[in-house]
Structure formats: structure tokens, C-alpha cells
């Protein structure tokens, strides 16, 4: 009888706080979503976004208990002690001018930048160990990243999470553009999300129909957010963002029909059981159904309309959890089909876009020229505008030259790190006002280094690639938004507008905010080669030489050998 006390005690203990009803809610939500936009040229984009938000400060908190975050990416929080991380991988370039502006950006190849806390007392130390770990999470060649590709802004990439100060000290950034992105790199991303490929909107990841598409961006965006609107507690996010766009489907009847099963050769049968919100998100801003040019196959239960991107757009929306959106056969095929041919539309050009190329001719000298498009027809921008050049190409600054409208200008703020050989790259900032409805270029001359052998890649032919240039707008805003407001879909605009911490007891105030919002596409330059024929030739000549020599000394042991042995006599 004894004996059987303690156990009583015990089994009421943890069978109480049930019992009585207080048990308590999770700390992790998880939201996910699908937004898609048929295209002007035909084409359809489907962009997919995970968010994981966890009530929880790692950097204060031992935490040994993971549910929904991935355990993988919270210890590296905790570990390197991060404040933000903004890695992506793409494979193909966002077409701009044909596809209009895009949910976000990211350039071709693998990006990283990342922003430590100010208790990081060696951040290129850190920097280093965190990019291994990261290969080793996502399966890819990060590891490359060292200080000839790393960089440190001073003006660029502000956080875009809470941030008591921006001692650029504590940012790191690097781009490689050769990386490649293959199912190696999208299984490990899949394998970070709560319900992996299992369940949800996750399940139309099918990775052959995925990578046959004209472009492929996944990424990756952890940050600290407010939990509450007067911002007294911090709570961790984590975004999984995945981009891609299909070639038009044109059927025999010339019209770009879609459908959900022929994007992804799957359809949707249930949402993720463990995440709060599963919506799907189609773009219907273009379609005139008054004159019943085209048929949404369900039709929506309800629509959304907001400004994105600049402009205002019509959304229908596909709720997974409202049971009577997913039929009795328990399969949701979204399908758009046109009653009639629709006619070609010219996308909305973003008011700020770049473009980059290589001018002159020869492997000797050339002019790296960048132009910064302002389309807007009476308002002027100022422009941030990085480059990250490598160390084998000199970098003339005295022949810095910005042009706009036939006359030259001089930019407001110029930081200017020179490269060191094998060491580190250039880094040029630059703060540009783009004058209204203007193209503004700014062209360098470099010339090229010689470079050691070794140093090839082993296609040397193909050149070498240049970092995209970022090109990051300050644009006034005056914020006044209710905490509903930065919850709005699609895609959460909340991770465009970057967040400072306020005071407790206070609102948010007008501020100026600054939007890394553009890429300029990277560049493949020829360089001064080496002719490798010569080493071959040359080695080939060594060993036949050898060889030649080698023959004839076998040759006379062998007859000397014969003769000794036909007289019987010793050969010494």
C-alpha cells in the first residue's frame, strides 16, 4: 500500500494539468502557402512558401526540445550566435522584361549573407565554420566560400528582422555563381520542412518536374520577429521559399491551358496536419470573366485583392483546410482553361531594374558597364548599387563613369575596398540618384590578371563568372501598419519590409525603410589562357625522349646477355 502511493502521486501529476484543461498550446505555428501567376508570355510561375515561426529566444534559452523547427538550423543559431540568415539557390534568371517583376529575388548559383550578434568576437571565423555546416546540411559546394569571395557591405543588406543597431562589421556576403542545383540540393530542403514531402501543398515537390522548368529558386530565411505588436518578446522565423516557372502549355488549339497535375504531375489530396493555415493562391488579375474568356476549374470560394509589387492584383483562394475544397475523391486539380485565345500582354516593367555587360575587345583590357533602369514617370530614386568584382581583374576607379541623359553625375557615397591578390575581391558601393523615366549607366575599366596554371577551372574556355551587382532602392514609407497587416498574403510581405526593434511601450514610427530588391544578372568573362596544348606537348616529348633512351639501354643489356650465353663465358 505503500508502495502504491508514490505511483498515485505521480500518475496525478502528469495526468492534472490534462485533466484540468491547461495544457499548454504549442510555440511553433506553421504556415504554408502556393501562389500562382499565369504569366504575360505564356508562362506559368508557382511560388511556394513554408513559414515556421517559433515563440522562442535561442539565443537566451537552452532549448533541447524541437517540433516544428528543424533542430538542424536552431542549434546553428544558437552555436554561431545568428541574427539572420539568407541563403538561396538558383538555377536559370528571372526574365524581367517577359515575366514582370518577381515575388524575390536571387541570383544564378548559390547566395549567402548572413548577419551575426555582437557577442561574435572572430566573425570570419565563424563565417567560415558556418558555411561548412551549411554544405554539409544542404548537400552543396558552400564550402568554396572563403575571402576571395566574401565580402563585407557597408551600406547594403540591412536586416530585415528586429535589429538594435547595423554594425556592418557583423555581415558577411558571398556569392558562388558556378553552383549548380540539383535534387541533391532539394532533398535536404525538403527534409527541414515539418510534414517533409509527405502531406500539404509539400507534396507537389516532385523533383524531375521541378528542375525541367526555365527557372529554379529555393531558399532559405531565418530571422527574429516581434511575437506581439508592442514587440516585448522575441520569436524565431523561418522561411522556405521555392520559386519556379513553367514554359507555356499550349494545347493543338493554341491555348495555354494549365492545370495542377500538369505542372507537377501530382494533385493535392490533403493539407499538412500540422500547420495552422494551407492556402493555394491563383493570380485571376488579368482575366476579363465578365465576357467568360476563360473557365477556373473549382471555381473559388473567395478572392483577395491587394497591391503586390506595385500593383493591384485579384487572388482566388483555395483554403485546404475548409474540408469542402478538397471533394469526395479527396483531389484538388486546379485547372484554368481559355475559351478563347488570349491575346499577348506586355508585362508591367519594375520601376527599378539593372542590367549588366562586358564591353571591348581583346583578353587584355575591357569596361564592365551596368545600367539602372528607373521607369517611373516623374518620381527620382536614390540607389544602392554593389559590386563584387574578383581579385583578377584590376579595377581602374579613376575611370568610374556615371551617365544619365547624356551628362555625367557623381554618386552621393562611394566606399571603395581594393582586391588583393589571392587574398580578397573588390568591393564598390555606390549611392546613385536615378533621375524619373531615365537609364542610368555606370562603366569601369579592368584589366585582366594573368593567373598561375592551377588556377584554371577545368573548363577554362567557358570563363569565368562575375557576382551579380545588387542594386538595393531607399525608398521613404510611412509606416503605420496594424499587426494584422503584416500577416497579409501572398507571401507574407512582411519579409520585403525590414523591421527595427521599437520601444516597448511605443508604435511603430515613419521611417525611411531600404529593400534589396534587385539583381543584376552575372556575368561570364573570357580571360587570358594559358596554352595548355604546350604543357601536353611538352610532357608527351619529355616521356617519349625517356623512353626512347630507355629502349636502347634495354636493348644493349639484352644482346650483351645473348652473347655472353653463347660462348659460355662470364660477362664481367
Not at 269 to 287: F, H, K, Q
Amino acid at each position: 500500500m505503500a508502495a502504491a502511493l508514490p505511483l498515485a502521486v505521480l500518475v496525478l501529476l502528469l495526468l492534472g494539468p490534462v485533466g484540468r484543461g491547461h495544457a499548454e498550446p504549442p510555440r511553433d505555428t506553421l504556415r504554408e502557402e502556393l501562389v500562382i501567376t499565369p504569366l504575360p508570355s505564356g508562362d506559368v510561375a508557382a511560388t511556394f512558401q513554408f513559414r515556421t515561426r517559433w515563440d522562442s529566444d535561442l539565443q537566451r534559452e537552452e532549448v533541447s526540445h524541437y517540433r516544428l523547427f528543424p533542430k538542424a538550423l536552431g542549434q546553428l543559431i544558437s552555436k554561431y550566435s545568428l541574427r539572420e540568415l539568407h541563403l538561396s539557390f538558383t538555377q536559370g534568371f528571372w526574365r524581367t522584361r517577359y515575366w514582370g517583376p518577381p515575388f524575390l529575388q536571387a541570383p544564378s548559383g548559390a547566395e549567402l549573407w548572413v548577419w551575426f550578434q555582437d557577442s561574435v568576437t572572430d566573425v570570419d571565423k565563424s563565417w567560415k565554420e558556418l558555411s561548412n555546416v551549411l554544405s554539409g546540411i544542404f548537400c552543396a559546394s558552400l564550402n568554396f566560400i572563403d575571402s576571395t569571395n566574401t565580402v563585407t557591405p557597408t551600406a547594403s543588406f540591412k536586416p530585415l528582422g528586429l535589429a538594435n543597431g547595423t554594425d556592418h562589421s557583423f555581415l558577411r556576403y558571398a556569392v558562388l555563381p558556378r553552383e549548380v542545383v540539383c535534387t541533391e540540393n532539394l532533398t535536404p530542403w525538403k527534409k527541414l520542412l515539418p510534414c517533409s514531402s509527405k502531406a500539404g501543398l509539400s507534396v507537389l515537390l516532385k523533383a524531375d518536374r521541378l528542375f525541367h522548368t526555365s527557372y529554379h529558386s529555393q531558399a532559405v530565411h531565418i530571422r527574429p520577429v516581434c511575437r506581439n505588436a508592442r514587440c516585448t518578446s522575441i520569436s524565431w522565423e523561418l522561411r522556405q521559399t521555392l520559386s519556379v516557372v513553367y514554359d507555356a502549355f499550349v494545347t493543338a488549339q493554341g491555348k495555354k491551358d494549365w492545370s495542377l497535375f500538369r505542372m507537377f504531375s501530382r494533385t493535392l489530396t490533403e493539407p499538412c496536419p500540422l500547420a495552422s493555415e494551407s492556402r493555394v493562391y491563383v493570380d485571376i488579375t488579368s482575366y476579363n470573366q465578365d465576357n467568360e474568356t476563360l473557365e477556373v476549374n473549382p471555381p473559388p470560394t473567395t478572392t483577395y485583392q491587394d497591391v503586390t509589387l506595385g500593383t493591384r492584383k485579384t487572388y482566388a483562394i483555395y483554403d485546404l483546410l475548409d474540408m469542402a475544397v478538397i471533394n469526395s475523391s479527396r483531389n484538388l486539380n486546379l485547372q484554368l482553361k481559355w475559351k478563347s485565345p488570349p491575346e499577348n500582354e506586355t508585362p508591367p516593367a519594375p520601376f527599378l531594374h539593372a542590367q549588366r555587360y562586358v564591353s571591348g575587345y581583346g583578353l587584355q583590357n575591357g569596361v564592365l558597364n551596368t545600367l539602372l533602369y528607373n521607369t517611373h514617370p516623374y518620381r527620382a530614386f536614390p540607389v544602392l548599387l554593389l559590386d563584387a568584382v574578383p581579385w583578377y581583374l584590376r579595377l581602374y576607379v579613376h575611370t568610374l563613369t556615371i551617365t544619365s541623359k547624356g551628362k555625367e553625375s557623381k554618386p552621393s557615397y562611394v566606399h571603395y575596398q581594393p582586391a588583393q591578390d589571392r587574398l580578397q575581391p573588390h568591393l564598390l558601393e555606390m549611392l546613385i540618384q536615378l533621375p524619373a523615366n531615365s537609364a542610368t549607366k555606370v562603366s569601369i575599366q579592368f584589366e585582366r590578371a594573368l593567373l598561375k596554371w592551377t588556377e584554371y577551372t577545368p573548363d577554362p574556355n567557358h570563363g569565368f563568372y562575375i557576382s551579380p551587382s545588387v542594386l538595393s532602392a531607399l525608398v521613404p514609407s510611412v509606416v503605420a501598419a496594424k499587426p494584422v497587416d503584416w500577416e497579409e498574403s501572398p507571401l507574407f510581405k512582411t519579409l520585403r519590409a525590414p523591421l527595427s526593434r521599437q520601444p516597448r511601450g511605443g508604435g511603430r514610427r515613419p521611417r525611411k525603410k531600404l529593400l534589396s530588391d534587385g539583381r543584376a544578372p552575372s556575368l561570364t568573362l573570357s580571360t587570358r589562357r594559358l596554352s595548355f596544348d604546350q604543357l601536353y606537348v611538352s610532357s608527351h616529348v619529355s616521356v617519349s625522349t625517356c623512353d626512347v633512351f630507355c629502349q636502347k639501354g634495354s636493348q644493349r643489356r639484352t644482346a650483351r646477355a645473348i652473347l655472353c650465353a653463347s660462348t659460355r663465358s662470364p660477362c664481367w
